[in-house]
């Protein structure tokens, strides 16, 4: 099993910039399907993002499309989660989560708080 442990969240104001880490130990993190997910205080969690472990595909939600991008950095066994042009409703706890193909999510971070003011 990989461990996750998340970075790079605080607080900052709408139209600003943050950029997530998920940094995993354990295994080569290269070979997993990587999710961000968050989840505001009242809400269901949601989907943020996703790279794809076969192929390094990639995939948003909808509410975050165009604005937010992840990527991998292998070298520091590492997913990135860019997040641009931030706006109030994306304040959240975003977690990553980690899977490999064909397998349900049995790697979780503890989460980083994300808070962007108005």
């Known amino acids: 099993q990989v461990q996750l442990v998340e970075s790079g969240g605080g607080l900052v104001q709408a139209g600003d910039s943050l950029r997530l880490s998920c940094v995993a130990s354990?295994?080569?993190?290269?070979?997993?399907?990587v999710t961000w997910f968050r989840q505001a205080p009242g809400k269901e969690r949601e989907f943020v993002a996703t790279?794809?472990?076969?192929?390094?595909?990639?995939s948003y939600g909808d509410a975050v499309k165009g604005r937010f991008t992840i990527s991998r950095d292998n070298a520091k066994n590492t997913v990135h989660l860019q997040m641009n042009s931030l706006k109030p409703e994306d304040t959240a706890v975003y977690l990553c989560?980690?899977?490999?193909?064909?397998?349900?999510?049995?790697?979780w971070g503890q989460g980083t708080q994300v808070t962007v003011s108005s």
């Open positions: 989560a980690a899977r490999l193909r064909g397998r349900a999510y049995d790697s």
């Open positions: 354990g295994r080569t993190l290269s070979r997993y399907t």
């Open positions: 790279v794809l472990g076969s192929d390094d595909i990639t």
